[in-house]
C-alpha cells in the first residue's frame, strides 16, 4: 500500500507539472519599412525617415522581426544598431539587394535549421522573377528552439508580390511549402510578412481556413488591441496608403500563428504615429506587432 500511495503521488506531481507548464512569452513583428528610393515628397527620403524608423523598432523591441524592403546589405545596419540583440536571415544568392529579412534574438532562440526560396516557378534558382515579370519575391524560413524551455518553434516570414498574375501562385507554393516544413517536427508555427493580400480576400482565407495550414488571425484572437500615442477612432489610414477598404480588413501586413498549437494573443499593436520629416508617416505600411503566449509542447 505505502508503494502504491508513493506511485500515485509520483504520477500527480507529473501531472501537475505538465499541465502547470509556464507559457514561453515573447513579441513578434512585421514591418515594410518603405523602400529607400520609395519616399519621395511625402515620406521623405531615406535619410530623413532612419530617425522614425530606428524609434519605431527600438520602442516595440520584438524578438522576432520580418522586415521588407531593406532592399540593400548596407541598410541592414539600420535594424542592427537599433535592435541590436537581433540577427537577420534572408535569401543570400549573390543579389546586390535584398527584400524579406527574418531577424531572431539569439539571446533568446537557438536556431536549429533554415531554408529560404523565391516566389517562383523557378523557386531554387539564383534569381526568382515570379510567374509574370517582377521585382523577385521570397520567403524565409527557421526552426528555433527557445533557449530556456526547449520548446521548438517555426517562424516564415515573406513579402509576397503586388503583381496580381503572381498572387494566387505566390500563395500556392507558400502553402505548399508550409506542408513540405510538417517534416521538421510537430512545432508551433509563426507566418509574418507583408501579403499584398488585403484580410478578408479569398487567397488569404486559405491560409486562415480549415484546410492545411489551417493558421488563425492574431488580430481576432489578440485580447487587447492597441494603437499607442493615437486615439483607436483615427484608423482611417491603419493600413497601407491608397488602400480604400475600412480597417480591419484592408491589413496586408499580417501575423498569423497555427490552430493546433496553445497560443494566446495577449495584445496586438499597431503604431498609427507619425514620426515622418514632414509630420506624416514613416513609410506607405504601419508597423505591426503581437505578444504572444505559447504552452510549451516540447515535440
Not at 499593436?269 to 504601419?286: A, E, K, M, V, W
Request: charged content about 20%; some cysteine.
Amino acid at each position: 500500500m505505502r508503494w502504491r500511495h508513493c506511485a500515485l503521488g509520483w504520477v500527480l506531481l507529473c501531472w501537475v507539472g505538465v499541465t502547470d507548464a509556464t507559457p514561453i512569452t515573447f513579441r513578434a513583428m512585421t514591418f515594410n519599412l518603405g523602400c529607400p528610393w520609395c519616399g519621395g515628397s511625402e515620406y521623405g527620403s531615406w535619410s530623413d525617415r532612419q530617425a522614425g524608423l530606428s524609434s519605431t523598432l527600438a520602442g516595440a523591441r520584438p524578438d522576432l522581426l520580418a522586415t521588407q524592403e531593406l532592399m540593400f546589405v548596407s541598410n541592414l545596419e539600420l535594424v542592427r544598431q537599433s535592435l541590436p540583440r537581433l540577427e537577420p536571415h534572408y535569401l543570400d544568392r549573390g543579389l546586390p539587394w535584398l527584400d524579406c529579412v527574418l531577424w531572431v534574438n539569439r539571446e533568446r532562440f537557438s536556431v536549429e535549421a533554415e531554408g529560404s526560396f523565391w516566389l517562383s516557378p523557378t523557386p531554387e534558382a539564383r534569381v526568382g522573377f515570379g510567374w509574370t515579370w517582377s521585382i523577385p519575391r521570397a520567403v524565409v524560413w527557421l526552426r528555433l528552439k527557445e533557449r530556456d524551455s526547449g520548446q521548438a518553434l517555426t517562424v516564415v516570414a515573406t513579402h509576397m508580390d503586388n503583381n496580381r498574375a503572381n498572387k494566387a501562385p505566390g500563395m500556392a507554393l507558400l502553402r505548399e511549402r508550409l506542408a513540405q516544413l510538417a517534416p521538421l517536427g510537430d512545432t508551433p508555427l509563426l507566418l509574418l510578412g507583408d501579403f499584398n493580400i488585403q484580410a478578408g480576400a479569398r487567397l488569404m482565407t486559405e491560409l486562415t481556413g480549415s484546410q492545411p495550414p489551417a493558421l488563425v488571425d492574431t488580430f481576432a484572437r489578440a485580447q487587447e488591441f492597441l494603437t499607442p500615442g493615437v486615439p483607436q477612432g483615427e484608423l482611417a489610414r491603419a493600413c497601407k496608403d491608397f488602400i480604400a477598404s475600412p480597417f480591419p480588413g484592408c491589413r496586408i501586413d499580417q501575423i498569423l500563428i497555427d490552430q493546433r498549437s496553445k497560443w494566446e494573443v495577449p495584445a496586438y499593436t499597431l503604431d498609427l504615429r507619425r514620426l515622418g520629416p514632414t509630420g506624416n508617416f514613416i513609410s506607405d505600411h504601419r508597423a505591426v506587432w503581437v505578444d504572444l503566449e505559447l504552452e510549451p509542447n516540447h515535440p
